[in-house]
């Protein structure tokens, strides 16, 4: 198994993406936005992250984050990922004005009974894609300037 795209330090900043399944374009609608800036806030409230920095995109998120003292970053990411995962579905699936309802249900639907580990709907994509930032290359503002430009 590689390592290359793992937490192994959580005293370190990590740039890390993590996209929808399917790349749907969930977060060109506000409520689904909002859920996902909810979700971070609480994990910066309760759960130990540290956000530096952070684009959400269409359909996938970039951030800029490390964690405080006690606090594993694969956890943090496990609990955001699940929780707004959860809440985004439950969302989608008692709208009433989601014009694209029945079909991202079909492809979250699809996407969960192809994983072994959900029973039902998958949403997001299960990699995290972390990068360590290293104080010395000068890597923190190099990704701050790439989210900063990414949306453009």
């Given at each position: 198994?590689?390592?290359?795209?793992?937490?192994?330090?959580?005293?370190?900043?990590?740039?890390?993406?993590?996209?929808?399944?399917?790349?749907?374009?969930?977060f060109t609608?506000?409520?689904?936005?909002?859920?996902?800036?909810?979700?971070?806030?609480?994990?910066?409230?309760?759960?130990?992250?540290?956000?530096?920095?952070?684009?959400?995109?269409?359909?996938?998120?970039?951030?800029?984050?490390?964690?405080?003292?006690?606090?594993?970053?694969?956890?943090?990411m496990h609990?955001?990922?699940?929780?707004?995962?959860?809440?985004?579905?439950?969302?989608?699936?008692?709208?009433?004005?989601?014009?694209?309802?029945?079909?991202?249900?079909?492809?979250?639907?699809?996407?969960?009974?192809?994983?072994?580990?959900?029973?039902?709907?998958?949403?997001?994509?299960?990699?995290?894609?972390?990068?360590?930032?290293?104080?010395?290359?000068?890597?923190?503002?190099?990704?701050?300037?790439?989210?900063?430009?990414n949306p453009?």
């Amino acid at each position: 198994m590689s390592t290359k795209y793992k937490f192994h330090d959580s005293t370190e900043i990590y740039f890390v993406s993590f996209a929808v399944v399917g790349w749907i374009d969930v977060f060109t609608r506000a409520v689904y936005r909002d859920i996902l800036l909810e979700s971070l806030s609480y994990c910066r409230k309760e759960k130990g992250l540290k956000l530096h920095a952070w684009v959400i995109m269409s359909n996938h998120v970039h951030l800029i984050i490390s964690s405080k003292e006690g606090y594993l970053l694969p956890n943090i990411m496990h609990d955001l990922k699940k929780y707004s995962a959860f809440r985004i579905l439950k969302e989608i699936k008692e709208s009433m004005t989601e014009s694209r309802k029945e079909w991202m249900l079909y492809l979250f639907s699809k996407a969960g009974q192809q994983n072994g580990n959900n029973k039902n709907f998958h949403f997001w994509r299960q990699d995290n894609h972390p990068i360590a930032l290293d104080p010395h290359l000068n890597m923190f503002d190099e990704r701050i300037n790439y989210l900063h430009n990414n949306p453009s």
